[in-house]
């Protein structure tokens, strides 16, 4: 709001341009008339009569002022300036500012940092004739500051919709201290309400914090702290505290929720998060967000990490308590390392270490466990006649109980086990093409593989967190995939089709030793249109055990209309047919269908829709509206429920303003309940 630190003319080298220049020495005045300009420095001054009192030193512009200051630029009718007191008044101004633009009938300016403006108004809107406009009857502008009205009335279409008897709002530039703007509607369980009563508060380039109030009709008083902080990789933060206290009945209330992120020395990273809250239906209460009501488990962890090129580490605390189960569950600590691949020639191995301590049960009472468990993994891959390739692989795990299941202290258990795999490629190419295709490829991967894990007395173990008993394994497979692609005439590759069947043998059953043969299969998979299919069935009764079908399709197209203008829309169509049946089920079937496009050239249109095709039943559809009203937007959202469900959210927003808005709670206030 510079715009007005107006000239200090003629105290240095001053330029004068106009087709007419008069100097009556009797009155030390100068008179410019005609396309007047005076500039000194980055201060320009346009109008078509400028008139200057040398001894008064009063500067008068008249009919068509421009005043140029740096990168501000003011309109008027007219203009006096006093360059004894640094006062002046301007008529009829209208100056572009951030984000808007300013007018008033008249704009004093009292000092350099204080600005006054009578009858004045501020929009967005760049037509001639706006959209809205802020009006206030009396303005104080306090420049790098804040910016102090009363009243505040909001017009559209020269309608007045709101009147506020008093307000104020910042009005520096990035970030700085100041009052927030408040939300205003009703809620069917709060009543009316006032929410977000906040003041913002600049601590430093590094962090802020924000003050809040919320008043609500039927609940009572709800106050917050957040606490923001930021360096550049050095840390990252945010702590939010609310307290509420309630009144009917009288009941107080919080939650505690925040994150920390830091850079610590020597490589080593610290993440943690705050996650508590007074009771279970805090969230419900008082979260504006439907899809924070759904979040029924709470947690809470720190973790440091470091990572080297070979292993990484990580030490994690962590706590999560179920709202409704009250269940608990929490590790302190949580120690890991990983060691990764370390090969000597074609020898690799790896190895990990782990060190657990779990408490779990309900609140108030819980059982706490303790294990420590390493793996050694050992790979030794090679290549038999230039086209086998040979995998053997070694795994040894030790783990450490805090007790077995008699209560003996510290018991330790080692099992091993080992794979085998084999596998090949065979492909060919097709010396012919038809059409677009000019050639065809068919690659088959058969591949064997062979598991063993010994039987050994495992009964002792008293399992901890997934760490319990390993199960003696003595079993085989035999799987082949097959791909088959097209090369087009273009270069491009397409695949057209792939195939994988898996067949298990297990030793240690002593009947049906044969396991359920497995067939997948993808039709045009790369395509945006493609089929993808799997089913089971049993080798011994002949049957399909399971049976899943899934065919998508995605596609963006445009269209275009000829007419006065050329107007090109773009469209967005993905849909998704799932079915799937197990032997002796029902069927089942869904479809997922999204669509997104412009209606009109300001209409934006959201439909999706979750059906089951064969009994036509409709389990969740949405719709979403999107209007551009110039300087305003519109969005309008519906959506539906299996069990009929319905709800509907509605708001319009200032584009450049989008604190300035209206949300269906706002008509709430004026709509019958």
């Avoid at 640094?86 to 009829?92: P, Y």
């Avoid at 927030?180 to 009316?192: D, E, M, Q």
Wanted: proline residues 4%; aromatic residues 16%; positive net charge.
């Amino acid at each position: 709001m510079h715009f007005l630190l107006i000239l200090t003319l003629f105290s240095s080298t001053t330029s004068f341009k106009a087709q007419k220049l008069y100097y009556y020495p009797g009155k030390n005045r100068v008179v410019l008339v005609d396309s007047a300009i005076v500039n000194k420095g980055t201060t320009t001054l346009m109008a078509d009569s400028i008139v200057y009192e040398v001894q008064k030193k009063l500067l008068l512009a008249f009919k068509g002022v421009v005043l140029i200051v740096e990168n501000d630029t003011l309109l008027g009718d007219s203009l006096f300036y006093s360059l004894k007191t640094h006062q002046g008044v301007s008529f009829h101004g209208e100056s572009h500012v951030e984000k808007g633009f300013l007018r008033g009938e008249k704009m004093y300016k009292v000092t350099d940092s204080i600005l006054h403006i009578e009858n004045g108004t501020f929009t967005s809107c760049d037509l001639d004739t706006p959209h809205y406009y802020f009006y206030s009857k009396e303005m104080k502008i306090i420049r790098g500051n804040m910016a102090i009205v009363s009243p505040l009335v909001l017009f559209i279409h020269e309608v007045p919709v709101i009147y506020i008897p008093f307000w104020f709002f910042p009005v520096k530039k990035g970030r700085k201290s100041g009052f927030l703007t408040p939300h205003f509607g009703y809620n069917s369980s709060l009543g009316k309400y006032f929410r977000n009563v906040s003041y913002y508060w600049v601590l430093s380039n590094y962090a802020d914090v924000t003050f809040t109030l919320n008043l609500t009709e039927k609940r009572g008083i709800q106050a917050g702290v957040n606490f923001v902080y930021k360096k550049y990789r050095v840390f990252d933060g945010n702590l939010d505290f609310t307290l509420a206290q309630e009144f009917l009945p009288v009941k107080r209330r919080w939650s505690l929720r925040g994150f920390h992120i830091q850079n610590l020395p020597y490589g080593f990273k610290a993440r943690m998060r705050l996650n508590f809250v007074s009771d279970k239906t805090y969230i419900e209460d008082y979260s504006e967000t439907p899809a924070e009501w759904l979040k029924r488990e709470m947690t809470s962890f720190l973790n440091i990490s470091k990572s080297w090129k070979f292993a990484n580490m990580s030490l994690l605390l962590i706590d999560t308590r179920n709202l409704d189960t009250r269940k608990l569950t929490s590790t302190l600590p949580d120690f890991k390392i990983n060691i990764f691949n370390i090969s000597y020639g074609p020898l690799s191995g790896s190895s990990d270490f782990r060190y657990l301590r779990i408490s779990t049960g309900i609140i108030d009472s819980v059982e706490t466990r303790s294990v420590a468990n390493s793996n050694i993994r050992m790979r030794l891959p090679f290549h038999v006649f230039r086209y086998f390739n040979i995998n053997p692989s070694l795994f040894i795990r030790s783990t450490l109980y805090d007790r077995d299941r008699e209560g003996n202290p510290n018991y330790l258990t080692f099992v091993y086990s080992t794979s085998l795999k084999m596998s090949t490629t065979i492909y060919g190419y097709s010396r012919f093409g038809f059409g677009p295709f000019k050639r065809f490829r068919h690659t088959m991967r058969p591949g064997i593989s062979f598991n063993y894990t010994p039987e050994k007395d495992q009964g002792r173990i008293d399992p901890v967190d997934g760490y319990g008993v390993i199960k003696a394994r003595k079993n085989g497979s035999i799987s082949i995939s097959n791909d088959f692609d097209a090369k087009l005439r273009n270069g491009k590759v397409v695949n057209l089709l792939s195939v994988s069947s898996r067949v298990s043998y297990d030793f240690l059953k002593d009947e049906k030793k044969l396991g359920a043969v497995g067939l997948s299969f993808s039709v045009l998979p790369t395509l945006p249109v493609k089929l993808t299919g799997y089913l089971t069935v049993d080798p011994y009764k002949k049957l399909i055990n399971y049976r899943s079908y899934r065919l998508s399709a995605t596609r963006k197209f445009s269209l275009t209309w000829e007419g006065d203008t050329t107007d090109r829309r773009t469209y967005s169509i993905y849909a998704i047919y799932n079915y799937s049946r197990a032997l002796g089920q029902k069927a089942v079937s869904r479809l997922d269908l999204k669509l997104t496009g412009n209606l009109t050239k300001n209409w934006k249109v959201r439909y999706s829709l979750n059906i089951d095709p064969a009994k036509f039943k409709i389990y969740d559809q949405s719709l979403g509206l999107e209007r551009d009203l110039h300087c305003w937007k519109m969005d309008l959202n519906w959506w539906k429920r299996a069990d009929g469900v319905w709800s509907y959210d509605f708001k319009i927003w200032i584009k450049n303003l989008p604190d300035v808005k209206f949300k269906k709670s706002f008509f709430d206030l004026f709509l019958p309940h």
